[in-house]
């Protein structure tokens, strides 16, 4: 799959003390599909995940390269077995 303009992907937080935490993020723009970079905002827990507020701007950010949750990157949501 690639990811395309308001699609929802999965982000890990890299810093700080919600480094590893998965957080929901919406694609605002696709860099290079070969490279799969991409502009995110990103659903944090505002002040308990070190924020602000709760939307955070990401950019050029990469795709996992195992798929997986990886700090500082990107990668598709699980499905769920119903």
């Known amino acids: 799959m690639n990811p395309t303009i308001g699609r929802i992907v999965h982000y890990t937080l890299p810093d700080g003390h919600s480094a590893g935490q998965i957080r929901p993020a919406i694609v605002v723009r696709v860099w290079d599909d070969s490279y799969r970079a991409i502009q995110l ?6 002040t308990n995940d070190g924020f602000d507020n709760g939307v955070v701007w990401k950019t050029s950010v990469m795709q996992s390269d195992s798929g997986e949750p990886e700090n500082g990157r990107w990668h598709w949501p699980k499905r769920e077995n119903a």
């Open 41 to 46: 905002q990103v659903f944090v827990d505002g």
